[in-house]
């Protein structure tokens, strides 16, 4: 790839009350696509590696490209306007007949779900990269909160706390 692009993971996923906040990035800056909430659970289950028994239609797109001989090469977040991110998915076709790519207009969200189930790379453009806000600082801080949750739970939970931490008698 070249420098107007930026090769970035997904950091988290995390499910707000009407859609998911998904948050791209680097070691440098992070930034958030927010997406339908079947998409990001979609996102995270293909994080997680995992497959629902029947396909998903991200899992059946994956096998149409699979059936027909087709890779994707990677995907990109190429452009936003007015709060909307816009992607494309590189794909390349190889048979008998030659070697062509194909550029196709995607949803960001779409697009990460199929790089991540066909484990390929993800990039930003360059420009938007360097445009959007940074929210670092903001997936820390939620992340803090929910292991905060988590301990607290944990320890709610706790059968020794319950009694008093105290053997009882037989």
């Given at each position: 790839?070249?420098?107007?692009?930026?090769?970035?993971t997904?950091?988290?996923?995390?499910?707000?009350?009407?859609?998911?906040?998904?948050?791209?990035?680097?070691?440098?800056?992070?930034?958030?696509?927010?997406?339908?909430?079947?998409?990001?659970?979609?996102?995270?289950?293909?994080?997680a590696?995992?497959?629902?028994?029947?396909?998903?239609?991200?899992?059946?797109?994956?096998?149409?490209?699979?059936?027909?001989?087709?890779?994707?090469?990677?995907?990109?977040?190429?452009?936003?306007?007015?709060?909307?991110?816009?992607?494309?998915?590189?794909?390349?076709?190889?048979?008998?007949?030659g070697?062509?790519?194909?550029?196709?207009?995607?949803?960001?969200?779409?697009?990460?779900?199929?790089?991540?189930?066909?484990?390929?790379?993800?990039?930003?453009?360059?420009?938007?990269?360097?445009?959007?806000?940074?929210?670092?600082?903001?997936?820390?801080?939620?992340?803090?909160?929910?292991?905060?949750?988590?301990?607290?739970?944990?320890?709610?939970?706790?059968?020794?706390?319950?009694?008093?931490?105290?053997?009882?008698?037989?």
């Amino acid at each position: 790839m070249n420098h107007d692009v930026v090769a970035v993971t997904v950091r988290a996923v995390i499910p707000t009350p009407n859609s998911c906040a998904v948050f791209l990035g680097t070691n440098e800056k992070t930034f958030v696509i927010y997406v339908d909430q079947s998409v990001g659970n979609a996102i995270q289950m293909a994080l997680a590696g995992m497959r629902r028994e029947r396909p998903l239609t991200h899992d059946l797109m994956g096998s149409l490209l699979l059936g027909l001989g087709v890779q994707l090469e990677h995907v990109l977040v190429n452009d936003q306007r007015e709060q909307t991110f816009f992607a494309r998915i590189m794909l390349r076709m190889e048979n008998e007949l030659g070697k062509k790519i194909v550029e196709i207009d995607a949803r960001p969200s779409d697009s990460i779900v199929l790089a991540l189930q066909q484990k390929r790379p993800i990039y930003v453009a360059r420009r938007v990269f360097d445009l959007v806000d940074d929210a670092t600082e903001t997936l820390e801080s939620v992340l803090r909160q929910q292991a905060e949750r988590t301990g607290e739970e944990e320890e709610g939970n706790d059968p020794e706390e319950e009694s008093g931490g105290e053997d009882e008698p037989a």
